[in-house]
Structures are given as structure tokens and as C-alpha cells.
């Protein structure tokens, strides 16, 4: 890769009540080029002590470096060096923007308006993440580095989705900026606008671990998530329709708990492990605590704010010991993701949030996190 550039950087904020200050910035770099010969670009955001890496390729989040308790920064999300691994067999869904409909839909199809929609079945028999090549992970993404955005260093991303891309009705265009906010916060917020009534739900799809992308497990974390309730799913992962209690269940996060503590429970049945949509306490639209996953070892915290109604917990059952960034080996279990999103096939639940776009509408969705160490 060329020597990054600097594109932006802007000059030191005074911090009032302790005399200190805290530079932030933007810088590029060349990430590859893709498998159809477009170009892709690394973006480096800065600010305060926290650094995080996107990238224009399916508008990803590739890298987020924070300290641990004792000051030692270490990259916490999996990922790749460049866009090849992001184009490779070893990518599932690392670090992406996924839609236009994340988790999956029943049978790969859906009817909206009298009119019946026939969609990838990437997941037989159901479609997934917005199924084959023109799904939202896969493309390429227009940016605009945001010089004037005075909460912090920003990225904003933008994308046409045009009228039956991937089997979706109409022309969506869809915008998601990454600001890195002060006090080492990450905030991602997603608008999307349609000229003819369609379905959208999206999410952010970063495998964690806090000991460090590479590190052997993830079943050392503590995870607490604010959900009374969750929607159980059939054997294919669909969601039954009903919404039932976590209580006495392993999805019972109310308190902090070890994710390896009960995930033996869930392993001979079809999630293979954690891979559950639970349902947030509050009210959907309003930004409100949602879950803190914490490594005890590093310090390091990760705490998110939402204003989607649930909450994806799923724990890299599927990984296989694929090689990363820098080399390192993503081992089975040795992260997990937090995906804040709409309940999966909503489309075909009428009890469940909708996910239908209507045409005048703006959807809007914020999810923020903020990272610590103690």
C-alpha cells in the first residue's frame, strides 16, 4: 500500500474542565481493488484514544484500535488487509453494512402490495443479509469525508440500490456515516429513501473480541443486555411469530453473565450456539442502552445505545479458523457480534416492528458505542 495521506485533520479541541486536549483526524490509503476492477479506499479515523478503519467496500467497518486497562492498544473486530479477503471464501460478513434486508426472510420471498417478490435463497431456504452480489456488503460505495461535522472525524457512505436489485421493488438510495464522537464513541447512523414501497433493515455486522481480533475465544466475555424477551425460530432460523420470556432460558443476559456460562445448552440445536434476536426493553426510535460486553483480562468495555427495537447476539459459530488481518486465525467462537436491527422476517409478521419502507418516508436508525477500559 502507498504511504497513507492525510486528508483532514483537524486541530486540537480544548477539553474545559480538565486542560487537556485531544487531536482528531482523517486519513487515507489505498485498500486493493476489487474482483471488477474498482478501486477501494482505507479511511483512518482518530480522535481521542481511539482509531477506527472503513473502508468504500460494502461501506465496512474494517478496524478499531482502543487500550486496554493498562494503555496497550489492540485492533478489537475482525477483519482483512484489503478488499481481496473482503472478495474471499474467508469472509462472513466481517465488519459490513448488511441489507437491504439483514438476518433472513423467509423462504426468499415476500408479497408487498398484491405483488409477489422472489429473492435470493443464499441461506436455503431462506434469504440472508440481502442475499447474492449486489447485496450492500458486496458493493461499492460512494464517500464523502464529512470536514464539517464538529462532533468528530466522520465518513459518510452512499449507495443507489436500484429498482429490483437483488429482487428488492424500487429505487433505494441509502446513506451510512461513521462518526467517531469524543469520549472514545462510535456512533453509525443509516437514512434510506425509496420511490416505491419496499422492505429495509440494516445493521452493522463487526465481530467482536476485546482481548484482541485473533485472540481463542470469546466465550471469556461477560455480556448484559436489556431484553425481558426474545423471538424464538423454527429449525431454519425463522422466527415463529411469537415473542416469549428469556427467563430460564440461556438468552437471559438481564445481568452480566460469561457467554460460554450456558452456551453448551444451545449447541446441538439448529443456532449452534448464540445466534438470537432479543427484543430491547424501552421504546424503539428513542436512543437507549442496549447491551455492554466486557473482557475482564484486557479491561476493555464495550457499551451500545440503540434505537432499534433488538438486538442480533450471535457468537462466530460458523468461523473455521480463517486468516485475518495481520495474519492472525479467527477461531470457531473467538467472536461475537452485537447486530441492533429490526426482528428477523418481519415482513411476514404483522405483530412484529414493520420493515416496510413507504415512499415519502425517511428510515432513520442511530446505534452508538462507546468503549472503555478498567
Given at each position: 500500500?502507498?504511504?497513507?495521506?492525510?486528508?483532514?485533520?483537524?486541530?486540537?479541541?480544548?477539553?474545559?474542565?480538565?486542560?487537556?486536549?485531544?487531536?482528531?483526524?482523517?486519513?487515507?490509503?489505498?485498500?486493493?481493488?476489487?474482483?471488477?476492477?474498482?478501486?477501494?479506499?482505507?479511511?483512518?479515523?482518530?480522535?481521542?484514544?481511539?482509531?477506527?478503519?472503513?473502508?468504500?467496500?460494502?461501506?465496512?467497518?474494517?478496524?478499531?484500535?482502543?487500550?486496554?486497562?493498562?494503555?496497550?492498544?489492540?485492533?478489537?473486530?475482525?477483519?482483512?488487509?484489503?478488499?481481496?479477503?473482503?472478495?474471499?471464501?474467508?469472509?462472513?460478513?466481517?465488519?459490513?453494512?448488511?441489507?437491504?434486508?439483514?438476518?433472513?426472510?423467509?423462504?426468499?420471498?415476500?408479497?408487498?402490495?398484491?405483488?409477489?417478490?422472489?429473492?435470493a435463497k443464499n441461506n436455503a431456504p431462506n434469504h440472508l443479509h440481502g442475499g447474492g452480489p449486489r447485496s450492500f456488503d458486496k458493493v461499492h460505495w460512494q464517500s464523502?469525508?464529512?470536514?464539517?461535522?464538529?462532533?468528530?472525524?466522520?465518513?459518510?457512505?452512499?449507495?443507489?440500490?436500484?429498482?429490483?436489485?437483488?429482487?428488492?421493488?424500487?429505487?433505494?438510495?441509502?446513506?451510512?456515516?461513521?462518526?467517531?464522537?469524543?469520549?472514545?464513541?462510535?456512533?453509525?447512523?443509516?437514512?434510506?429513501?425509496?420511490?416505491?414501497?419496499?422492505?429495509?433493515?440494516?445493521?452493522?455486522?463487526?465481530?467482536?473480541?476485546?482481548?484482541?481480533?485473533?485472540?481463542?475465544?470469546?466465550?471469556?466475555?461477560?455480556?448484559?443486555?436489556?431484553?425481558?424477551?426474545?423471538?424464538?425460530?423454527?429449525?431454519?432460523?425463522?422466527?415463529?411469530?411469537?415473542?416469549?420470556?428469556?427467563?430460564?432460558?440461556p438468552l437471559d443476559f438481564r445481568k452480566a453473565k460469561p457467554l460460554g456460562l450456558r452456551i453448551n445448552q444451545l449447541t446441538n440445536t439448529p443456532t449452534i450456539g448464540?445466534?438470537?434476536?432479543?427484543?430491547?426493553?424501552?421504546?424503539?426510535?428513542?436512543?437507549?442502552?442496549?447491551?455492554?460486553?466486557?473482557?475482564?483480562?484486557?479491561?476493555?468495555?464495550?457499551?451500545?445505545?440503540?434505537?432499534?427495537?433488538?438486538?442480533?447476539?450471535?457468537?462466530?459459530?460458523?468461523?473455521?479458523?480463517?486468516?485475518?488481518?495481520?495474519?492472525?486465525?479467527?477461531?470457531?467462537?473467538?467472536?461475537?457480534?452485537?447486530?441492533?436491527?429490526?426482528?428477523?422476517?418481519?415482513?411476514?409478521?404483522?405483530?412484529?416492528?414493520?420493515?416496510?419502507?413507504?415512499?415519502?418516508?425517511?428510515?432513520?436508525?442511530?446505534?452508538?458505542?462507546?468503549?472503555?477500559?478498567?
Amino acid at each position: 500500500m502507498k504511504r497513507p495521506q492525510l486528508l483532514l485533520l483537524l486541530l486540537f479541541a480544548a477539553c474545559s474542565s480538565m486542560h487537556q486536549s485531544r487531536s482528531s483526524a482523517i486519513l487515507s490509503q489505498p485498500f486493493g481493488t476489487s474482483q471488477s476492477g474498482q478501486p477501494a479506499t482505507l479511511w483512518t479515523l482518530s480522535h481521542g484514544k481511539t482509531q477506527v478503519d472503513v473502508t468504500d467496500h460494502g461501506a465496512t467497518l474494517v478496524a478499531v484500535r482502543t487500550p486496554d486497562r493498562a494503555g496497550f492498544v489492540e485492533d478489537v473486530i475482525l477483519g482483512f488487509d484489503d478488499v481481496s479477503g473482503y472478495e474471499s471464501g474467508n469472509n462472513q460478513y466481517f465488519g459490513c453494512t448488511t441489507g437491504r434486508v439483514c438476518n433472513r426472510i423467509a423462504q426468499g420471498e415476500f408479497t408487498l402490495d398484491d405483488y409477489d417478490y422472489v429473492l435470493a435463497k443464499n441461506n436455503a431456504p431462506n434469504h440472508l443479509h440481502g442475499g447474492g452480489p449486489r447485496s450492500f456488503d458486496k458493493v461499492h460505495w460512494q464517500s464523502e469525508v464529512r470536514a464539517d461535522n464538529n462532533a468528530g472525524p466522520s465518513i459518510r457512505f452512499t449507495y443507489l440500490s436500484k429498482d429490483g436489485e437483488e429482487g428488492y421493488p424500487g429505487a433505494m438510495q441509502v446513506q451510512v456515516t461513521y462518526t467517531l464522537l469524543a469520549d472514545d464513541q462510535l456512533q453509525i447512523d443509516y437514512e434510506a429513501q425509496t420511490d416505491k414501497r419496499t422492505l429495509v433493515n440494516l445493521t452493522n455486522h463487526a465481530y467482536w473480541n476485546l482481548g484482541g481480533a485473533g485472540a481463542a475465544t470469546v466465550l471469556d466475555h461477560t455480556l448484559q443486555v436489556d431484553a425481558d424477551s426474545y423471538t424464538p425460530t423454527d429449525n431454519t432460523m425463522i422466527p415463529t411469530g411469537k415473542v416469549e420470556s428469556v427467563i430460564a432460558t440461556p438468552l437471559d443476559f438481564r445481568k452480566a453473565k460469561p457467554l460460554g456460562l450456558r452456551i453448551n445448552q444451545l449447541t446441538n440445536t439448529p443456532t449452534i450456539g448464540y445466534d438470537h434476536n432479543l427484543v430491547l426493553n424501552g421504546t424503539a426510535g428513542t436512543m437507549r442502552h442496549a447491551a455492554v460486553l466486557h473482557h475482564q483480562g484486557s479491561g476493555r468495555s464495550l457499551t451500545i445505545e440503540t434505537t432499534e427495537p433488538a438486538i442480533q447476539v450471535y457468537t462466530g459459530n460458523f468461523l473455521f479458523g480463517q486468516t485475518g488481518k495481520g495474519g492472525k486465525s479467527y477461531a470457531n467462537r473467538s467472536a461475537v457480534c452485537l447486530e441492533t436491527q429490526h426482528y428477523p422476517d418481519a415482513v411476514h409478521h404483522e405483530n412484529f416492528p414493520s420493515t416496510v419502507l413507504n415512499v415519502g418516508e425517511v428510515f432513520q436508525s442511530s446505534t452508538r458505542m462507546a468503549f472503555a477500559a478498567n
